[in-house]
């Protein structure tokens, strides 16, 4: 193996092996080169390269999140830094362990003019679970350090390096205990090309073990079992989730009790034909009805429990704000979000723990059987809406979730695409995700791409386009895998605008919310090597979904045009077809 001259590139190859930290996103550069070097002659890392370094930060957060385990960042200094941004906040708030190191200029060269340099230290302080600025190593360079700073030599290098020990350590722990990016800030001296054979650094990296502290304690399961058992109407919602988190024991449980009603999304990763999949098919009629007041009191839960990540539909969550439960749990290690205001309790526990601590009960009679009736009513009129509507996002969408093979990894990208989706069915087999931490446009395709690395099942990413245009530079990696797939819905702008209060017939609606345009796919799935294949009818889409997932020689992109002024018509008009 080969290291770095420079004993704080050593601290953190030897520190990142040494607890067990395999993948590696390298951004090119030259000031990053100790680390570059460092990584990518070591065998026991796995290095990924990726020139932009917001598609390397979001293609990180996918591979971290399908491995649920920390991937690192690395990238040279100045702006470089920032373009890691959107992906840190979406880890930050999705609870996802990238590790950001960001290689810097000493500190004397710092707001002097020197080119690529900005004051890097705290660049993500509002949200990052950990940060530290590295000191810089004296025994590298030090006649230079000398001459610009003399100051800085008043440490020696051993107590430098004991410094930045632990501090690397301190985001490390940050990284694994509380599953949150952390930001490691290291300057470097020229040379930065010079490399060794043997390190000038001991490191020691102590064997930590995180037992999950339970918060539920005796009279808390006697006081709330208490709570809950004389409460009619309990509603459990479940936002993101990772895939079989669950267990069948306790989705049997909460199926059977009748005074429990499931809301699930498509981000769940629950499926039960007892639960709710399509929240908003439910909300939406109940919006229009005459009897609104007195169907949304009969709705309201005595207790509504949460589990999982952020919520998609804005219709439940403007229900549960207006009509507020008695009681709002919110159970799991995750952060606990007031998303209703009436947050009561957080319940820091594994959901299947929690549930083993309530009584159920089987029965004929509850709550749940009410909503049954209309959640048979809506998906009846579904299929008869289907049959007579036009080729539309609407149509599409159903037969995109209905084609997709079994034990796919699904990707979904953000606006229209996630909502979409949650109006049908999706099979059972498949492992879905969303960006829903932000839920921002930008780094879909990376981080679908990112998370496609290591799953042993293809991987299929369901995108409109802006949020795909917006990323096209995802595609910029020739490690893709052959079995992947695109499905691009191309509506010629963004057609969610034309659904939300505000639209309006007019040029500047256009221009500056729509983003009307007339791209296609079709160009860049040639450079980055991609086989492309369109459909624009209702003849043409299954026809082309047929063969899409079937074996290839390179990856695919199927790109979907739909007529971008009636889509918005056709979705607002199944609400009241339903209702």
Partial sequence: ??????????????????????????????????????????????????????????????????????????????????????????????????????????????????????????????????????????????????????????????????????????????????????????????????QTDKPSVNVLVPVEEFIAIDSLSENDLEEYASIWTESARKMV?????????????????????????????????????????????????????????????????????????????????????????????????????????????????????????????????????????IKKNYQNKRELYLDKIGFSDFWAFHQIQEYIPDDYQVHLANSSTVRYSQLFPMNQTLQVFCNRGTSGIDGSTSTAVGASIYNPNPTVLITGDLSFFYDSNGLWYEGIRKDFRIILINNSGGGIFRILPGSEPTSEFESYFETVHQLSAENLAKMYGFDYEKATNKKELPQQLKNFYSDSAKPRILEVFTPRTENDKILLDYFDFIS
Avoid at 83 to 97: G, H, K, L, M, Q
């Fill in 1 to 194: 193996m080969t290291y770095s001259e420079i004993p704080s590139a050593q601290q953190l190859v030897l520190s990142l092996k040494a607890k067990g930290v395999k993948n590696i996103v390298i951004s090119p550069g030259s000031r990053n080169a100790p680390l570059t070097l460092g990584f990518s002659k070591t065998p026991f890392f796995k290095c990924f390269s990726i020139v932009d370094e917001r598609c390397a930060a979001f293609f990180a957060l996918g591979m971290a999140r399908q491995l649920r385990e920390p991937v690192v960042v690395v990238c040279t200094s100045g702006s470089a830094l920032l373009n890691y941004y959107p992906a840190i906040a979406e880890a930050f708030y999705s609870e996802i362990p990238l590790i950001v190191i960001s290689a810097d200029r000493p500190p004397y060269k710092i707001d002097v003019g020197d080119g690529q340099t900005i004051r890097q230290p705290h660049a993500f302080k509002e949200h990052i679970g950990y940060e530290t600025n590295l000191k810089l190593d004296v025994s590298h360079s030090t006649e230079v350090i000398k001459e610009f700073d003399e100051s800085l030599l008043s440490h020696s290098q051993e107590e430098i390096e004991q410094y930045n020990q632990t501090e690397i350590l301190n985001a490390l722990h940050v990284a694994y205990s509380e599953n949150l990016p952390v930001h490691i800030n290291v300057p470097f001296e020229e040379p930065l090309y010079g």
């Fill in 237 to 373: 919602l479940i936002g993101v989730n990772q895939p079989n988190d669950l267990s069948k024991d306790v989705l049997d449980k909460l199926a059977l009790d009748s005074t429990v009603l499931v809301f699930t999304e498509t981000t769940s990763n629950v499926h039960d034909s007892r639960f709710f999949p399509s929240i908003d098919s439910i909300i939406a009629p109940i919006e229009q009805s005459q009897q609104e007041e007195e169907l949304f009191s009969a709705l309201q839960p005595d207790i509504l429990i949460t589990l999982g990540g952020l919520i998609v539909s804005k219709k439940v969550k403007a229900f549960l704000r207006k009509y507020k439960p008695k009681h709002h749990w919110h159970v799991g290690k995750n952060k606990a979000y007031d998303t209703f205001f009436c947050l009561s309790k957080h319940f820091s526990t594994e959901p299947n723990t929690f549930f083993q601590h309530l009584p159920f009960h089987s029965n004929s009679m509850g709550y749940r059987l009410k909503w049954d009736e």
